[in-house]
């Protein structure tokens, strides 16, 4: 129990003035802003990606070309988050943000007009979602950097929570309208009502008023690149999170890329029937907008779950028990045919990969030098985000050759594994972990001396 004047009975003191502790980021004005335009920009985010894959699934019915357009819409992360990085470390990441998201808005825009007006075609798919991946290099590294600059390190660990439970409670309200937009009126306005809503965030950000920042490196750009990898090999807790986030988005995270499969084909029968006046091609585009629904509302969960927390020790074993519960619920909804049972999966699903992610990402961001934030979040997007190309496409050539219950039930089988490993490797690491976070200060509400005083309970 701390004492009564410790930072965490003094958060205690403040929240019950004013914001409950679930929600005490929002007591700053600028993450107000933010949070209040990307919730909207967010629903519009998830409209679109359920409407591209179940415009190509329709255009092609192939599960390759499905995970091939996920991988040209992710690699690119892949090959210039570092560049996004070193970008978030030099350069006024407000502005970088605003910009990003700018160039989102225009290419979604552009999907549009060709979507609309009939001429849209699977090479212009796939060049639009690489170009949307390189900007997703540099808006990754720059929002989860600039995260700090509008809470602070108090607050940082709420904001991310925060920010999870954002893109997930969109995750639960865009697929859901997505999926009666596309059987209604076709792909077209999902892609319309995302272009739009980026004018909300875009809004929110002009409006914010951001301090400078007191530090930014100088030097030649490649020097500070090779410094931010070296920096994340020579950590091992670092190095250790983010194995395991890049193995996760390899084998696991491509059963979203398969779900138009699992809408159509798997769980067209065994209690899929929806009572609606349209037909079976529709319907399967309203199963993919409930089952990505289901998705989200997991998540969603599992990211408000973590904004409960007001200190980040003890994470580490979330991150074990949670990549397992998410194997072992993911090879559950592979072996299920039934339509109500795999969206009733799929919220454990959704719940335990948010918990980790977020969970992780909390710990990394706990970690790292805000000199180097920028560039160690570049590496977190190579890994989250960065990765789950390879395994969209891999994934999708599997589910073309043996079925796409298989390709996920090996996927999972594979994230288990790397739970049990991380699981054994996390004795050995969490006294490190422990020395990071109080040299960044970022103690979560819990005083120094109760903190250094936990052993393996955590």
Same mark, same amino acid.
């Given at each position: 129990?701390?004492?009564?004047?410790?930072?965490?009975?003094?958060?205690? #003191?403040? &929240?019950?003035?004013?914001?409950?502790?679930?929600?005490?980021?929002? #007591?700053?004005?600028?993450?107000?802003?933010?949070?209040?335009?990307?919730?909207?920009?967010?629903?519009?985010?998830?409209?679109?990606?359920?409407?591209?894959?179940? /415009?190509?699934?329709?255009?092609?019915?192939?599960?390759?070309?499905?995970?091939?357009?996920?991988?040209? &819409?992710?690699?690119?992360?892949?090959?210039?988050?570092?560049?996004?990085? *070193?970008?978030?470390?030099?350069?006024?990441?407000?502005?970088?943000?605003?910009?990003?998201?700018?160039?989102?808005?225009?290419?979604?825009?552009?999907?549009?007009?060709?979507?609309?007006?009939?001429?849209?075609?699977?090479?212009? *798919?796939?060049?639009?979602?690489? /170009?949307?991946?390189?900007?997703?290099?540099?808006?990754?590294?720059?929002?989860?950097?600039?995260?700090?600059?509008?809470?602070?390190?108090?607050?940082?660990?709420?904001?991310?929570?925060?920010?999870?439970?954002?893109?997930?409670?969109?995750?639960?309200?865009?697929?859901?309208?997505?999926?009666?937009?596309?059987?209604?009126?076709? $792909?077209?306005?999902?892609?319309?009502?995302?272009?739009?809503?980026?004018?909300?965030?875009?809004?929110?950000?002009?409006?914010?008023?951001?301090?400078?920042?007191?530090?930014?490196?100088?030097?030649?750009?490649?020097?500070?690149?090779?410094?931010?990898?070296?920096?994340?090999?020579?950590?091992?807790?670092?190095?250790?999170?983010?194995?395991?986030?890049?193995?996760?988005?390899?084998?696991?995270?491509?059963?979203?890329?398969?779900?138009?499969?699992?809408?159509?084909?798997?769980?067209?029968?065994?209690?899929?029937?929806?009572?609606?006046?349209?037909?079976?091609?529709?319907?399967?585009?309203?199963?993919?907008?409930?089952?990505?629904?289901?998705?989200?509302?997991?998540?969603?969960?599992?990211?408000?779950?973590?904004?409960?927390?007001?200190?980040?020790?003890?994470?580490?074993?979330?991150?074990?028990?949670?990549?397992?519960?998410?194997?072992?619920?993911?090879?559950?909804?592979?072996?299920?045919?039934?339509?109500?049972?795999?969206?009733? /999966?799929?919220?454990?699903?959704?719940?335990?990969?948010?918990?980790?992610?977020?969970?992780?990402?909390?710990?990394?961001?706990?970690?790292?030098?805000? $000199?180097?934030?920028?560039?160690?979040?570049?590496?977190? &997007?190579?890994?989250?985000?960065?990765?789950?190309?390879?395994?969209?496409?891999?994934?999708?050539?599997?589910?073309?050759?043996?079925?796409?219950?298989?390709?996920?039930?090996?996927?999972?089988?594979?994230?288990?594994?790397?739970?049990?490993?991380?699981?054994?490797?996390?004795? #050995?690491?969490?006294? $490190?972990?422990?020395?990071?976070?109080?040299?960044?200060?970022?103690?979560?509400?819990?005083?120094?001396? $109760?903190?250094?005083?936990?052993?393996?309970?955590?």
């Amino acid at each position: 129990m701390p004492a009564p004047d410790s930072p965490q009975s003094n958060a205690a #003191k403040s &929240s019950s003035r004013g914001l409950p502790v679930t929600l005490r980021a929002l #007591k700053h004005r600028n993450f107000q802003l933010f949070f209040s335009g990307q919730l909207i920009s967010l629903i519009g985010t998830w409209m679109q990606n359920v409407a591209q894959a179940w /415009l190509v699934y329709r255009l092609t019915g192939s599960s390759l070309l499905l995970g091939s357009v996920g991988f040209a &819409s992710q690699f690119p992360v892949f090959l210039a988050s570092p560049l996004g990085g *070193i970008v978030a470390d030099r350069y006024n990441r407000h502005r970088v943000v605003i910009a990003t998201q700018t160039a989102s808005m225009v290419l979604a825009f552009i999907l549009t007009g060709l979507t609309l007006t009939h001429v849209i075609t699977i090479p212009e *798919i796939f060049i639009l979602a690489a /170009l949307l991946g390189i900007v997703n290099a540099f808006d990754i590294p720059g929002r989860q950097a600039f995260l700090v600059e509008m809470v602070g390190r108090e607050d940082l660990m709420n904001a991310i929570a925060l920010n999870s439970s954002m893109f997930n409670g969109a995750r639960i309200i865009g697929p859901a309208i997505a999926g009666i937009l596309v059987a209604k009126i076709g $792909e077209g306005w999902c892609f319309f009502a995302n272009a739009v809503s980026y004018i909300a965030v875009i809004v929110g950000l002009l409006m914010m008023q951001v301090p400078p920042r007191t530090h930014r490196p100088h030097g030649s750009p490649i020097a500070h690149i090779i410094e931010g990898f070296r920096w994340v090999r020579d950590t091992a807790p670092i190095r250790a999170l983010l194995f395991l986030l890049g193995l996760v988005s390899l084998v696991a995270m491509p059963y979203t890329v398969l779900m138009p499969i699992f809408a159509d084909r798997i769980l067209r029968g065994g209690g899929g029937h929806l009572a609606v006046p349209i037909g079976p091609h529709d319907l399967g585009a309203m199963r993919l907008g409930i089952l990505m629904g289901a998705t989200g509302v997991g998540a969603m969960l599992g990211a408000l779950t973590l904004a409960t927390r007001t200190g980040v020790y003890g994470l580490g074993r979330w991150v074990t028990l949670s990549c397992a519960g998410f194997a072992i619920s993911l090879m559950a909804f592979a072996l299920s045919r039934n339509f109500w049972l795999s969206t009733a /999966l799929l919220v454990p699903t959704g719940y335990c990969m948010m918990l980790q992610m977020s969970a992780s990402n909390t710990l990394i961001q706990a970690m790292v030098p805000d $000199e180097l934030r920028g560039r160690v979040m570049s590496v977190y &997007s190579m890994m989250f985000m960065g990765m789950a190309p390879f395994g969209a496409f891999f994934g999708g050539a599997i589910a073309d050759r043996l079925g796409a219950p298989l390709a996920v039930s090996m996927g999972a089988v594979a994230c288990l594994g790397g739970a049990a490993m991380f699981g054994l490797r996390l004795p #050995k690491i969490r006294g $490190e972990a422990r020395r990071l976070i109080i040299a960044q200060q970022m103690v979560g509400g819990e005083p120094v001396q $109760e903190m250094t005083a936990q052993t393996s309970e955590d």
